[in-house]
């Protein structure tokens, strides 16, 4: 079987091509170079040219084709101008798991499917099955520590059927070992950090490339002046008038739900966190500590539009069906016991124990309930 795999220059794709080959498939690796702009990053190395390096050498290591694809100007408008207008309005967007939905899985496999692919491979901790009736899943990877099934929480059931995840049985120990035993140029390379393709960042000023640096209000809210919403997934309300001012920030669109790092302020017994912002007013609403009633809710909403099933078969029917799943909304969250259910506007999540840090924008995907192991869909938080 040919098979077309993203060798991203990192060791876990360079042992998901190693293990295709020893299963004797015909193997071909694609760089996908997506980003293109070092300005932004943290040293003044290009990380892509130096990924792309590391892909041609564990294809030249392996005897394997190799080419690298220009997919620049796709990524650009489709996950970086995104998230761009995402936290001009206010949310906090995942543009890994954009990448995989608009890029691996749409851009690069019908390049492969051009190469006359079979099927498409990469190096995520994840896994694939097919049901007796011909549905595909979507499974969590073998290593807890590693599982990346969230970040693909957006794939299709189509896009699954030619997918393969040659890794997604090995937990990342044996993945090392693996590279080392065969000498792959990429045995010790350290996991990459950072946005998907664009390397380790510092975000406010990757930001401050498209939105204006606009100072606004920091105010400090006491837990007495928090009140809860009318419904469990609606976020908190704050007593305006126990607040008080005390800092400035450059501007609430820099900043999310549950952040603490980049307040500057001082003078606390413990951090504060950002608990709420007005984009109308350009301000920030924090607490002090970790346990500050501001940052936990209950259960979130999703609206129809931005609800997406993996398994559709498996999704309630009717306004007011809901089922029992077992759900995060951010990547190694442990998942959480919630019911699901299914409303004239879209879907509510509501946990069975408050959750701290939840944003909207960010991406709440939800699992089987006996086992956890099957994402069965996910939504972007309203």
């Known amino acids: 079987m ?10 876990d794709s360079s042992v998901a091509a190693l293990q295709l080959q020893r299963e004797g498939h ?5 760089f996908m ?20 390096n590391d892909a041609l050498l564990v294809a030249q290591h392996l005897g394997i084709p190799f080419q690298v694809i220009d997919l620049s100007n796709a990524y650009r408008e489709r996950i970086v101008d995104h998230m761009f207008a995402e936290y001009a309005a206010g949310r906090t967007p995942n543009p890994d798991v954009l990448c995989n939905r608009e890029i691996k899985f749409d851009l ?16 995520h901790y994840c896994r694939r099955a097919t049901t007796p009736e011909g549905r595909h899943q979507l499974l969590a990877g073998r290593d807890p520590n590693k599982d990346q099934s969230y970040f693909l929480c957006q794939v299709t059931s189509e896009q699954l059927s030619d997918a393969l995840f040659p890794i997604g049985e090995l937990e990342k120990p044996e993945v090392r070992r693996i590279a080392s035993e065969a000498k792959l140029p990429t045995a010790q390379k350290k996991d990459s950090q950072g946005l998907c393709f664009v ?4 975000l406010p000023e990757f930001l401050q490339q498209q939105l204006e640096v606009e ?4 105010i400090e809210i006491p837990s007495e002046g928090v009140k809860s919403g009318k419904h469990p997934w609606d976020g908190p309300t704050f007593d305006m008038g126990q607040g008080r001012e005390v800092g400035t920030h450059p501007g609430a669109h820099f900043f999310t739900i549950g952040q603490r790092r980049g307040l500057n302020v001082g003078g606390h017994v413990e951090p504060l966190f950002v608990i709420g912002k007005d984009m109308s007013r350009n301000a920030l609403f924090v607490g002090e500590s970790d346990r500050h009633p501001g940052l936990y809710r209950k259960g979130l909403a999703m609206t129809a539009s931005n ?6 078969d498996r999704a309630p029917e009717a306004v007011m069906d809901s089922m029992r799943v077992k759900a995060r909304f951010r990547y190694r969250q442990p998942l959480q016991d919630a019911e699901l259910t299914k409303t004239d506007f879209g879907y509510t999540l509501v946990f069975d124990e408050p959750q701290s840090g939840i944003a909207p924008g960010q991406f709440a995907a939800w699992h089987d309930m006996e086992t956890g192991e099957e994402v069965l869909g996910s939504g972007v938080i309203a």
Request: aromatic share 6%.
């Open 215 to 218: 100072h606004g209000p920091i």
């Open 108 to 123: 690069f496999r019908n390049a492969a499917h051009q190469l006359g692919a079979d099927a498409v491979a990469t190096g």
């Open 199 to 202: 390397g380790k960042v510092k």
């Open 307 to 312: 609800v997406h099933w993996i398994r559709p």
């Open 26 to 30: 015909d193997v071909i690796g694609i």
């Open 33 to 52: 170079r997506n980003w293109v702009d070092d300005s932004v990053t943290l040293d003044n190395a290009c990380p892509w040219v130096d990924d792309a």
């Open 2 to 11: 040919r098979v077309v795999v993203g060798l991203s220059g990192g060791v």
